[in-house]
Nanobody, 127 residues
């Protein structure tokens, strides 16, 4: 089992920045990839960003539009999401997720393809 613990959420004004962290513990053999998703009240969980552990290939949702950056620290088994130029519509609970292994049909933008999830951290952006 792998445990994922997010931190770094909070309340910020529009235009501000936050950095989310997700620390992995337990069975910490390197995952294939880790991702960030978010869910606003009454909405579906949506993809934010993902990163592959060995090659650091990154993937972003279109709406991120250069505002967010995903990165990982192998030594700390931690993935980060730096969020800049935040907008009120970015308000949501942000979840970290880990995918154990690669497959030829893998779509890292789909939450169903992740094996482990954190408990989430609230991000609120005020206008």
């Amino acid at each position: 089992q792998v445990q994922l613990v997010e931190s770094g959420g909070g309340l910020v004004q529009a235009g501000g920045s936050l950095r989310l962290s997700c620390a992995a513990s337990g069975r910490t053999s390197s995952p294939y990839a880790m991702g960030w998703f978010r869910q606003a009240p009454g909405k579906e969980r949506e993809f934010v960003a993902a990163i592959t552990w060995s090659t650091s290939s990154t993937y972003y949702a279109d709406y991120v539009n250069g505002r967010f950056t995903i990165a990982r620290d192998n030594a700390k088994n931690t993935v980060y999401l730096q969020m800049n130029s935040l907008k009120p519509e970015d308000t949501a609970v942000y979840f970290c997720a880990a995918r154990r292994s690669w497959s030829i049909t893998l779509n890292l933008r789909d939450h169903v393809n992740y094996d482990y999830w954190g408990q989430g951290t609230q991000v609120t952006v005020s206008s």
